[in-house]
């Protein structure tokens, strides 16, 4: 059974967009997903500590934003983040690190 994805929008301390996400990232609600970051027009950091899962199909998304993303991630998609290529092109931290 797949956990539902859920996005919440806010905004870190300095000012920079902040988009939360939990559950899953697949093929389903990456529409979803690509809304959100665009409807934020500038540098967003993404919150990916309580994803469960991430697909080819949420990667794509990441790529198509990723010169403009920070990616706090779970020490689960650090490995995938890193061996996509992603974490060449976009920041990537350990969400461990985070201090949004």
């Given at each position: 059974m797949t956990t539902p994805l859920t996005l919440?929008?806010?905004r870190r301390p300095d000012g920079r967009d902040l988009l939360t996400a939990a559950g899953?990232?697949?093929m389903?609600?990456?529409a979803e997903l690509a809304?959100?970051?665009?409807?934020l027009?500038?540098?967003?950091?993404l919150d990916l500590t309580a994803v469960e899962y991430l697909d080819s199909a949420g990667l794509?998304?990441?790529f198509a934003h990723a010169?403009?993303?920070?990616?706090?991630a779970p020490d689960l998609l650090l490995p995938v983040l890193t061996h996509s290529g992603l974490a060449g092109i976009a920041t990537v931290r350990p969400a461990s690190a985070s201090t949004s």
């Open positions: 919440t929008s806010g899953e990232i697949d389903t609600n990456t809304a959100a970051l665009e409807a027009p500038g540098p967003v950091t794509g998304i990441l010169d403009r993303l920070e990616l706090l």
